[in-house]
């Protein structure tokens, strides 16, 4: 049994004065539904509310509510749909009227949505959207998945950093303030402190270890700031401009701690070395830099002078120009030996230059250290200087391909024909070597047989009909024929690929080392031997591929390219050596990073048209062709030099690059060979693949990092 009644009695004039929406929905009420179906106490509740309820068919089944003492309506409505979510079942609403449906689909039906804030109260379901101003959105989503209701749904939306939520509206406030509570800068006071005795670039790897306890090394430095570091909400940056130090933490009392260290490891220490400072440098080259620095402070202190000229003799192998000098050569005798041994366009890794002598900064390869004798105050400047030079250069991976199409068509037409009548002679004959009938006459009636002569003379190809002929002893030809129609093609394809620093020039050859005799004389000794010599010099000759790339503002990449492709023509080996054919490029351009730029290239077509003919005869209809010799020939040759460059600035660039490229040779390697047959006495070997994609090598462990060094400078 269901019963509503009402708490408040009210005088009967009363009623009948009062009376509509405004007392309902004023009224207090008892409820007291033991067991009610669902449909009636929902329209219970919608006279009481004075709203409109819309029932879905799939709602079945009994409730109960009820209330020891009187309640108003709102708290009424908040009882019945505290109800309804214990069985299930909730209440969205949309345009302007509520809707009884099971919970699992309350979030494809509410059209309630709230933005930031939401007035909303109990368990209705409803839609709510959170800008996040300071926490990121995706990490905000990890945190407050759990918080929500399973039927419901939680969506970043990484665009303008929101959050959209769909759940019960009480569940939607206690987010809200958990929202609030998290979305806060992450740091919240930064403070520059300057130093008056230590170096910056020193001291920010000892404050960073020292504040968060970690013992990992620091980033490189930047050109803008020297190394720092940010672990646990604390940073500390080294500015090298004015020697501070830039720190940042979660807190004031965070910050005031790492303002502790620094005053305390801020003080003059004691210089047994006397001035001289021991500098590892993280990615520049020591050598170089010690000649930078040599030049840069030539007129700064008492030692510098005598230091530029040392300077300049262990730095001009830095210096490096943008024109590419030619293939190195080596003269060889006639047997081919020579103290250098081959000439090679790569040159072998050098090994490692002593350290450099003279001036105030020393350069040690061996430790890629630099060794600075200077007062505290100089070595301050020269330490910035350090610093800013000191940064990771990034690197450029250029991918090149080389096409070269030659397309060759020749046709020929030829009669010719010789006879002997009484005391006259007549015929015609074109061309040279073995393709005149004279020529092959002659060769014929040497004495060997008809076939062996055929073949030693050289019949020319394609369709050959003859006649032959007896003169004498001999066997001639009497008339000769020639039919020939050639066409050849070919299609040269290369993608060589580089990576270099930038500023370093790259270079890769594929071909052979071609020796070509330079001059020859003769010596006779002694006894009267005559000693034969020549000198020999060799050359590559094949694919060269050589690239300068410096890095510009805004993603640019000027290049320096020299591209060669030359071959040894065939059969045209002489006493002077080999004729080679060749096609270069040298050019400086600029192009945007992975950008595909055609450097240039060369279309030729060729045509070559030759008629030998008798005046008179050969113009005659029909009869005219056995009085003449006709050929065409047409070359057509295109070829076309791409570069496509790619800046690398981070490992995981060059990471997915080096897989891409190790992926596409190896899935070429398993199209191009075939599994050989079973054999019964063979055994079955298997081709040679490359391994799958290799695992990343482990990178070395805190402890690993800079081993040998001072702490300072890991």
């Known amino acids: 049994m269901a019963s509503l009644g009402s708490a408040a009695q009210t005088a009967p004039d009363a009623n009948k004065a009062h009376h509509g929406p405004a007392l309902k929905t004023q009224t207090p009420v008892t409820l007291n539904f033991v067991n009610a179906d669902i449909e009636a106490v929902t329209r219970a509740i919608g006279v009481m509310m004075d709203k409109q309820f819309v029932i879905d068919p799939r709602v079945k089944g009994t409730i109960t509510l009820y209330s020891e003492q009187p309640v108003t309506v709102q708290e009424a409505y908040l009882n019945y749909l505290a ?20 919970e699992a689909d309350a979030k494809l039906q509410a059209g309630t949505v709230a933005v930031d804030q939401s007035g909303q109260r109990g368990d209705l379901v ?3 959207i959170f800008r996040l101003n300071h926490e990121n959105a995706n990490n905000m989503v990890t945190v407050l998945r759990p918080l929500i209701t399973p039927n419901n749904t ?11 939520i769909t759940d019960y509206a009480d569940n939607l406030k206690r987010i809200a303030h958990i929202i609030a509570a998290m979305d806060t800068p992450a740091t919240t006071d930064i403070e520059v402190v300057p130093l008056k005795h230590a170096v910056a670039s020193d001291l920010a790897a000892l404050v960073q270890k020292l504040s968060d306890g970690s013992s990992g090394a620091t980033p490189a430095p930047g050109a803008a700031a020297a190394a720092g570091g940010t672990s646990n909400g604390v940073s500390v940056l080294a500015d090298p401009r004015n020697n501070s130090l830039i720190l940042r933490a979660p807190n004031a009392a965070r910050l005031a701690s790492m303002r502790a260290i620094v005053d305390k490891l801020d003080q003059p220490g004691v210089d047994a070395a006397g001035n001289v400072h021991v500098v590892y440098l993280k990615n520049a080259e020591a050598s170089k830099i010690a000649a930078v620095l040599r030049a840069a402070f030539a007129t700064t202190g008492s030692g510098a002078g005598a230091a530029t000229s040392a300077g300049n003799a262990t730095g001009s192998a830095a210096s490096t120009t943008n024109t590419f000098a030619p293939t190195s050569s080596t003269s060889t005798n006639s047997s081919g030996t020579s103290s250098n041994g081959m000439a090679s366009s790569v040159k072998a890794v050098s090994a490692s230059p002593a350290p450099s002598t003279g001036g105030f900064v020393q350069a040690d390869p061996a430790s890629n250290s630099l060794v600075i004798t200077a007062p505290e105050p100089q070595y301050r400047q020269i330490r910035a200087v350090i610093d800013q030079l000191d940064g990771r250069r990034a690197q450029v991976y250029v991918e090149s391909m080389i096409v070269k199409v030659n397309v ?6 030829g009669v010719q024909w010789q006879t002997l009548l009484g005391t006259v002679a ?3 004959n074109f061309g040279t070597g073995s393709g005149n009938i004279v020529n092959a006459s002659a060769a014929i009636a040497g004495g060997a047989t008809t076939a062996q002569a055929a073949v030693t003379a050289g019949v020319p190809g394609g369709l050959n009909l003859g006649a032959i002929a007896k003169v004498g002893h001999y066997t001639t030809l009497g008339a000769l024929a020639n039919f020939l129609q050639t066409e050849t093609g070919a299609n040269v394809l290369s993608t060589p690929n580089l990576v ?7 270079q890769i050859v594929v071909g052979q080392n071609v020796p070509f005799v330079t001059g020859s004389y003769s010596t006779t000794s002694t006894t009267g031997t005559v000693n034969p010599f020549q000198t020999i010099e060799r050359q590559d000759v094949g694919l060269t591929l050589k690239i300068r790339s410096q890095i510009g503002e805004g993603g640019t990449i000027r290049m320096t390219v020299y591209q060669e492709n030359s071959s040894v023509v065939a059969g045209s080996t002489t006493s002077s050596g080999p004729t080679t054919d060749k096609s270069a490029i040298q050019t400086s351009v600029t192009v945007n990073d992975g950008e595909i730029l055609v450097l240039g290239g060369l279309m030729q077509d060729e045509y070559d048209d030759a008629d030998n003919s008798v005046p008179g005869l050969a113009s005659l209809p029909l009869v005219g062709n056995l009085f003449k010799s006709v050929s065409r020939t047409r070359i057509k040759t295109n070829l076309m030099v791409f570069l496509r460059p ?42 040679p693949v490359v391994d799958a994609t290799p695992q990343p090598m482990p990178r070395p462990g805190p402890m690993d990092a800079g081993a040998g060094k001072p702490a300072e400078q890991r």
Not at 651 to 676: C, F, G, H, M, N
């Open 83 to 102: 109800g309804l979510r214990g069985l299930g079942f909730t209440v969205v609403e949309a345009g302007g009227l509520l809707k009884v449906v099971p």
């Open 126 to 128: 409803l839609t709510q």
């Open 154 to 164: 939680i969506n970043a939306n990484p665009g303008n950093n929101s959050l959209v």
């Open 408 to 413: 060759t068509k020749m046709g020929q037409f």
């Open 426 to 428: 007549a015929g015609t």
């Open 500 to 506: 270099a620093l930038d500023g370093e020039e790259a």
């Open 646 to 687: 790619i800046i690398v600035r981070n490992s995981k660039t060059l990471d997915d690059l080096t897989l891409d490229r190790y992926e596409v040779i190896r899935a070429s390697q398993k199209d191009a060979q075939t599994v050989p047959q079973n054999q019964p006495f063979i055994p079955n070997l298997d081709n």
